[in-house]
């Protein structure tokens, strides 16, 4: 079963969103030490539930890693605007994805032939042209494994004639072709002198017991 694409909005359900934070947050903690180890780098990185339930990930002393970020923002003139910078463009990024996202979701609707009420002709063409250029590969592709599979029958053939020649060479076996071969050799005749019986139909006694039977001529 294929996975929807997650909509990056509020979760209304309470529990799946509990269920949701759970995950997700497992999920953070684990790259954050991945990250830490992989790379040799200082990660911190400090997690509030939405009831206020701290947690927190730190590859050395957090005390030391939150010092250094102050120390680094604050020798930095232009540091909180930095970082509102990065964060509008983070931001402008997660629109342009989701518009994104949205445009591949309809494009992947009319495929199946749904919400085509709205399509103008220039679409509904766009759409079957698409859809022939993916049948064309499809089509391809069964083509290509067919002769793939045609292929390893012919091999997998090969190699039970050669199986098969081996035993009877063992065994003394002649094989089935060489005897049928040698049948049609032989000559054939539709009669055989030696296989005709002549037979003869008589009514009453035999003849010797008939001629017993006879009276005597005088």
């Known amino acids: 079963m294929v996975r929807g694409k997650t909509q990056m909005r509020r ?8 269920v949701t934070f759970f995950k997700r947050r497992n999920g953070l903690l684990k790259k954050a030490f991945e990250l830490s180890v992989l790379c040799d780098a200082e990660v911190a990185l400090i997690i509030f539930s939405p009831r206020g339930k701290l947690y927190n990930f730190s590859s050395g002393s957090m005390r030391s890693a939150i010092e250094r970020y102050r120390m680094h923002t604050k020798d930095s003139p ?9 964060m509008q463009q983070l931001k402008n990024e997660a629109v342009a994805m989701m518009k994104k996202i949205e445009t591949i979701e309809v ?5 199946l032939g749904e919400g085509l009420g709205s399509c103008s002709l220039e679409d509904l063409q766009q759409v079957e042209q698409q859809l022939e250029r993916s049948l064309s590969k499809v089509r391809a592709r069964k083509t290509e494994v067919f002769k793939q599979q045609i292929e390893h029958f012919k ?8 199986e098969n020649a081996k035993l009877n060479e063992k065994f003394g076996v002649q094989p089935l072709q060489t005897l049928n071969n040698e ?3 032989l000559p054939y005749t539709d009669s055989d002198p030696s296989s005709d019986v002549e037979t003869e139909l008589f009514i009453g006694l035999p003849p010797e017991r008939r001629q017993k039977n006879l009276p005597s001529q005088k």
């Open 107 to 111: 494009s992947k609707r009319k495929l």
């Open 11 to 18: 979760i209304e359900n309470p529990t799946s969103r509990q």
């Open 78 to 86: 232009n540091g909180s605007k930095t970082v509102e910078q990065n």
């Open 183 to 185: 049948r049609q050799k």
């Open 155 to 162: 091999e997998k053939e090969k190699t039970l004639v050669a």
